[in-house]
């Protein structure tokens, strides 16, 4: 396989943001959001700035890996969510659909990309064990899933498995690597990890409690599952992160890489209109379940996605 390069990683916070770090002691640079400024001050509006490098535009595969034990009904949250990306619903719904918010990609340079869900990988014996798992181990499983021409693979890590730095400062990176040392292309990928047992508060919100800040009763998740809900979001906010900024020269907050905000980090915490810190905005509510949500998928399936920022408005676009 090669030297395993080190992977420049692009990350990510799911709850609003008042202090960004930018960790500088070792190359590749990292931007990372501290868990205990939440919620206390409204950020400022954020304007991402087109520097000019490649987009993920025309057809992409997603690759799953899933790292640890998922159970069915988990692995098909997921699985059906990126399905729904760029397929619409065979019969008419009222609600915002998955494809109406990824089409706010669509409005990036490049006209955006038309996903497929490709292999589903199952790793349920931790080849590399339950960690905690480096980023280098992330990038490691990541190019072991195979084929990554016009593909990206997403690590999805089960409840139990940790993932260095999870939770302390990130709920998931994306990233690129350079392939190896025989020169072949650089591919993109993303990790997240299930929220579940070790941070939910911090990366299942707004389906359990914050660790600060305001304490509104939890929100009912759309599917019945805190981690797997609570993961789509990050899934979903790392991906719209991966096809308008896949190499670090895409769009992207001020002139630093590692530090700006991207598609979904620059509006945190937003998920429908009127959203404030602590509050996520007006939502859709399952009248059987109780369960909040913005977005319906494939086969009637219930999503609660984050805002995308919309380069032609430079303001955080919501469903509802």
């Not at 939440?38 to 997603?62: E, Q, S």
Request: charged share 15%.
């Amino acid at each position: 396989m090669g030297e395993l390069k080190k992977p420049a990683f692009l990350p990510l916070q799911i709850i609003p943001i008042v202090a960004i770090v930018l960790l500088s002691t070792a190359p590749p640079r990292c931007a990372a959001f501290n868990p205990r400024m939440l919620f206390l001050v409204k950020p400022d509006p954020i304007v991402l700035r087109d520097h000019g490098g490649a987009l993920l535009t025309g057809n992409l595969t997603v690759n799953l890996l899933f790292y640890g034990r998922f159970a069915p009904a988990q692995r098909a949250i997921v699985a059906d969510f990126v399905r729904s990306l760029s397929a619409a619903p065979r019969h008419p719904v009222a609600a915002p659909t998955v494809a109406s918010w990824w089409r706010t990609t669509s409005l990036y340079r490049g006209g955006g990309a038309r996903v497929a869900l490709g292999r589903q990988v199952l790793d349920e014996r931790m080849s590399l064990g339950r960690g905690p798992l480096s980023p280098g181990n992330v990038t490691a499983l990541a190019r072991a899933a195979g084929h990554h021409r016009g593909a990206v693979t997403a690590v999805l890590t089960a409840a139990d498995v940790a993932v260095a730095p999870f939770c302390v400062s990130r709920c998931g990176i994306h990233g690129r690597d350079s392939g190896g040392a025989h020169g072949r292309a650089r591919y993109t990928y993303l990790w997240a990890g299930n929220p579940a047992r070790q941070c939910p508060g911090q990366c299942a919100w707004p389906f359990h409690q914050p660790l600060h800040g305001p304490q509104a009763p939890p929100l009912v998740p759309p599917n019945g599952d805190v981690g797997a809900d609570g993961m789509v979001i990050s899934l979903a906010a790392l991906l719209a992160g991966t096809v308008t900024n896949p190499y670090g020269d895409g769009y992207y907050q001020g002139e630093d890489a590692g530090a700006g905000l991207e598609a979904a980090t620059a509006c945190a915490g937003i998920f429908g209109s009127g959203a404030y810190p602590g509050y996520p905005g007006k939502l859709l509510t399952d009248p059987a379940t109780g369960a909040s949500y913005n977005a319906i998928g494939l086969g009637g399936r219930k999503y609660l996605l984050p805002a995308l920022w919309d380069p032609t408005t430079s303001q955080c676009r919501t469903l509802v």
